[in-house]
Nanobody, 124 residues
Framework: QVQLVESGGGLVQAGGSLRLSCAAS????????MGWFRQAPGKEREFVAA????????LYADSVKGRFTISRDNAKDTVYLQMNSLKPEDTGVYYC?????????????????WGQGTLVTVSE
């Protein structure tokens, strides 16, 4: 069974940085696209960033482009989200997701597996 375990969330002031990690287990990590989604209070879950199996292709939501960077270490079965210049509107629960194939576009349509989420709170 696939498990995705996020870590790295917390409270940070606006303008600060956080790095989220997601450790995967249960199937061959390097074969699948990975991504991050988030859900703000009272809102629906939204896409944040995705990376294909080889790290050649990445995709970002317009709201985080230029501030967030997704990366992966296939040797460690881990995907990261470096978040810089954080804003209060970045507050929410951040979820790691694994795609059905190595193509990141399949992750956008329907992730196969989800983590339990980690809370990020950005204060004014």
């Amino acid at each position: 069974q696939v498990q995705l375990v996020e870590s790295g969330g917390g409270l940070v002031q606006a303008g600060g940085s956080l790095r989220l990690s997601c450790a995967a287990s249960g199937r061959t990590f390097s074969t699948y696209a990975m991504g991050w989604f988030r859900q703000a209070p009272g809102k629906e879950r939204e896409f944040v960033a995705a990376i294909n199996w080889s790290s050649i292709n990445t995709l970002y939501a317009d709201s985080v482009k230029g501030r967030f960077t997704i990366s992966r270490d296939n040797a460690k079965d881990t995907v990261y989200l470096q978040m810089n210049s954080l804003k209060p509107e970045d507050t929410g629960v951040y979820y790691c997701a694994q795609g059905r194939t190595g193509d990141l576009h399949t992750l956008l349509v329907a992730p196969r597996y989800w983590g339990q989420g980690t809370l990020v709170t950005v204060s004014e």
